[in-house]
């Protein structure tokens, strides 16, 4: 028997399948033109709203990079309106999480200075507070242990400014309580700068310096710690000046209010001496 010889397709059936083989190829690549077309313009077609939450949702994550991005593409399509007002705050937060202290402040300040009645000002006030707090001290700063007193207070006077608008534009807001701790923390730390000064002066047998400084500590800065120190350093400059008597009201203030004070025990000694390592640092009183 002869095997049964299957049919040849004929001349008109060869365009039918082309058709059939070259439909779903296509359809298939249209359609992935269309996905990536797609993927690549979602920023660019959004709603206000949609573009909103999908930062949102970023910075919630802590996503701080890629919120940054969409806030700052709402931010420009978008230039009016209530989203774009909120969008700038949580921008200036973004950045702030994200180390970008700099463009953080920008960020703030123009909002600041943009919307001064806007309904979240005295946050605005705040941020701005933070962010310049954060700038008091550096990573290596930190690494070394070294106080950010021993650096200039550019940023420490700002952050103190900062927080201090707040509580007096906004004494009832939540994050006053906030403020008012970190203002005591900063005013304690230029007090600390400034007795840097002081005892570098003393050190220096520039008597009439150091005590001008330590005078200037205990007048503006009288419930910080160092004001103990800053009345020492009065006595002590005030006696190798030969200014006996105010060299004793000074002691006389410092055995009152600080009785356990080790200039008390020992005049000669006070201030101690450092270690080799310790006199590398700017300002110290023996550099």
Same mark, same amino acid.
């Given at each position: 028997?002869?095997? $049964?010889?299957?049919?040849?397709?004929?001349?008109?059936?060869?365009?039918? @399948? $082309?058709?059939?083989?070259?439909?779903?190829?296509?359809?298939? /690549?249209?359609?992935?033109?269309?996905f990536h077309k797609n993927k690549r313009e979602t920023l660019d077609t959004m709603t206000v709203e949609q573009l909103y939450q999908r930062a949102h949702k970023l910075s919630d994550a802590s996503n701080w990079s890629a919120a940054q991005a969409v806030y700052q593409k709402l931010i420009a399509r978008f230039p009016y309106g209530a989203y774009n007002e909120q969008s700038q705050i949580e921008l200036a937060y973004a950045q702030y999480k994200d180390d970008?202290? =700099? &463009?953080?402040?920008?960020?703030?300040? &123009?909002? *600041?200075k943009t919307y001064p009645t806007q309904k979240h000002i005295a946050y605005a006030y705040y941020l701005r507070g933070l962010i310049n707090f954060d700038r008091t001290e550096t990573g290596m700063q930190k690494l070394a242990g070294i106080s950010p007193s021993r650096f200039d207070q550019g940023y420490v006077l700002q952050s103190f400014d900062d927080f201090n608008t707040l509580i007096a534009r906004y004494p009832d807001t939540r994050y006053a309580a906030d403020a008012? +701790?970190?203002? *005591?923390?900063?005013?304690?730390?230029?007090? +600390?700068? &400034? /007795?840097?000064?002081?005892?570098f002066y003393l050190q220096r047998?520039?008597?009439?310096?150091?005590? =001008?400084?330590?005078?200037?500590?205990?007048?503006?800065?009288?419930?910080?710690? +160092?004001s103990a120190d800053a009345l020492a350093v009065m006595a002590k400059a005030y006696h190798q000046l030969g200014q006996q008597q105010l060299a004793e009201q000074a002691t006389a203030?410092? $055995? @009152?209010?600080?009785? =356990?004070?080790?200039?008390?025990?020992?005049? $000669?000694r006070w201030?101690?001496?450092?270690?080799?390592?310790?006199?590398?640092?700017?300002?110290?009183? &023996?550099?």
């Open positions: 028997m002869f095997a $049964k010889t299957l049919p040849m397709p004929s001349r008109r059936s060869f365009p039918l @399948l $082309k058709i059939a083989v070259l439909v779903p190829l296509l359809v298939a /690549l249209c359609a992935c033109s269309l970008k202290q =700099d &463009e953080a402040y920008s960020t703030i300040n &123009e909002f *600041i008012r +701790q970190r203002m *005591i923390y900063l005013r304690n730390q230029l007090a +600390q700068s &400034e /007795l840097n000064v002081a005892e047998d520039a008597y009439v310096a150091a005590a =001008d400084r330590a005078k200037y500590i205990v007048e503006h800065y009288q419930r910080s710690p +160092q203030v410092l $055995k @009152l209010n600080y009785p =356990d004070h080790p200039y008390l025990r020992n005049p $000669k201030p101690k001496h450092h270690s080799w390592a310790y006199r590398l640092i700017p300002l110290t009183s &023996e550099h």
